[in-house]
């Protein structure tokens, strides 16, 4: 990869229940959380199964199967440890490491369910998928990515999901569940806090507030901060679905937590109804939300969806509430809209409206959770749901797509694609004053509005962001000019003939091209 692609959604520049957590030094983290965004991607469907996301592997296993459970118990264990070896050796390989940091990513998070790292005498899971986490957190290191190791399955089912390994049935806090997790919990800290690319150690993966006793959860919580709060990884907690405010009054004197919410927009009718625009603007306020929080908040899960659609989603043979083939418990859903190219299939099989709808709902969201601490898309690649692979969505030109450590943070980028998502600006600085160039970029913002709306066909159409943020490459450019900005606007104006021109060359940019090999423009 190695270049700086132009992209229309780019991302810019350079105890509380009782008792009062005791105060603890503060530990050197391998990850600047808070200062640095995390900007990373999901390995879903690898150690922890999903149908949707690995459809073949359901397809050629028991027709009962709906979850890992039922598959691994319905398989027995010889022919399942043989099917899934198969499995993990192959859906992931360094390769993909590789790509997730020439994409500008630098996060991966790794759901694990406790099976794979405590079995428990009586399950039907097998064993083997541990020694692939080792290798795959060393691919990481690498190839200098940071890892967050999340503990994606309990004992008995923190929420009867089928990502949880067990589809039905919320049993988590009975019996010694909770005791058993936290088994699971200190031996990951003790095989791979240290590792160097493990940066957080995710205590447990969506467990389902609303269903569960929230005092065992949170002091679940405390005692899992207190067995990993010696270690150099930042300690994750979900929000139990209880909101991402819900937290701010807890966990007062601990150091170094990182708390994980998710985002979806399509489990629900209502949400499936929403408009375009409502989509943008849910998301927008849900991350004032997250910024709003007092502690370092990560949207953990999200992705380009908008529609249920994906083959499987809601449940091996359960349907999509958008096109009204849903049916679970004896719940169904009235027709929203047509799953054609979205069920299954490459992002190529997307309609151009589809397409253009994902593409600003990804740039939205990637705008709302770089207030807080920065996000993680759900997930890298899959069979066939395109609205949830981040991979095929970059290469479509649907998600920013950044040379090596090339991806920064600057607002402004946003905020004018959200008004004028075709107009074009390119723009390149040193040493950048925020406050001034957020001035300057709600002022051109203005200019823009009045060029755009005054109906003569010769507004700006297109809409690009460049960003020469690799700062120490930029310095070896420009040696000596450190203090230097230069901020140069680039118009693509349409005229008349319908033939397009660019009313101005970047010297600057262009320049610069070659040695940060850069397309020249």
């Not at 264990?77 to 192959?90: C, G, V």
């Not at 940091?101 to 064993?127: A, C, E, H, M």
């Amino acid at each position: 990869m190695g270049f700086l692609q132009l992209s229309t959604a780019v991302i810019a520049l350079l105890g509380s229940f009782g008792q009062a957590a005791p105060l603890v030094e503060k530990r050197t983290l391998k990850f600047a959380f808070g200062q640095q965004k995390v900007r990373g991607v999901n390995l879903g469907g690898w150690f922890v199964l999903e149908p949707w996301i690995t459809p073949s592997i359901f397809e050629a296993g028991p027709a009962g199967a709906v979850d890992e459970y039922t598959y691994t118990k319905l398989l027995g264990k010889t022919e399942a440890s043989k099917r899934l070896e198969q499995h993990w050796s192959s859906f992931y390989t360094e390769n993909d490491f590789a790509l997730i940091k020439q994409y500008g990513l630098n996060f991966v998070r790794i759901p694990v369910g406790y099976w794979s790292v405590t079995p428990l005498d009586g399950d039907p899971y097998v064993n083997g998928a541990y020694k692939h986490l080792a290798t795959a957190l060393d691919w990481a290191n690498k190839h200098g990515l940071k890892a967050m190791i999340d503990l994606h399955g309990a004992p008995l089912s923190q929420n009867g999901f089928d990502n949880s390994g067990k589809l039905g049935t919320i049993g988590w806090t009975q019996g010694n569940s909770v005791s058993q997790t936290k088994n699971a919990l200190n031996k990951l800290r003790d095989d791979f806090a240290n590792h160097p690319a493990v940066a957080a150690i995710e205590l447990l993966n969506e467990p389902m507030g609303p269903s569960l006793d929230m005092n065992v959860v949170r002091q679940f919580y405390y005692d899992g901060w207190g067995n990993l709060r010696n270690s150099p990884v930042a300690v994750t907690f979900h929000d139990a679905f209880m909101g991402v405010t819900s937290w701010n009054s807890w966990g007062a004197g601990m150091q170094n937590l990182l708390l994980d919410t998710h985002h979806y927009e399509v489990f629900s009718s209502g949400e499936l109804q929403m408009s375009y625009q409502d989509h943008l603007n849910t998301a927008s306020n849900f991350g004032s939300q997250m910024a709003s929080n007092n502690k370092w908040t990560i949207a953990g899960e999200w992705s380009g969806a908008m529609t249920d659609c994906a083959k499987w989603l809601n449940g091996r043979n359960v349907g999509a509430r958008y096109d009204g083939t849903f049916n679970k418990n004896g719940q169904g859903s009235s027709y929203i809209g047509d799953c054609a190219g979205k069920a299954s299939g490459s992002v190529a099989g997307l309609s151009q409206t589809d397409k253009n709808n994902i593409k600003g709902f990804i740039g939205a969201q990637i705008a709302a959770y770089e207030k807080a601490a920065g996000w993680i898309f759900w997930t890298w690649k899959n069979e066939g749901a395109p609205e949830w692979h981040f991979k095929n969505l970059t290469d479509a030109g649907l998600v920013p797509r950044c040379a090596l450590s090339c991806i920064a943070s600057w607002p402004g980028a946003a905020m004018v694609e959200a008004k004028h998502g075709q107009s074009t600006i390119a723009m390149m600085w040193m040493n950048y004053d925020y406050d001034e160039e957020m001035e300057e970029m709600i002022a051109f913002d203005d200019t823009l509005a009045e060029a755009d709306g005054n109906g003569n066909g010769n507004g700006l159409n297109e809409f690009v962001v460049v960003l020469t943020c690799v700062r120490s490459q930029v310095e070896k450019v420009f040696a000596g000019a450190r203090r230097r900005r230069n901020l140069i606007f680039a118009k693509k104006e349409t005229v008349g003939s319908g033939q397009s021109h660019h009313s101005s060359m970047i010297t600057g940019l262009g320049g610069l091209a070659p040695a940060l090999a850069l397309p020249q423009i």
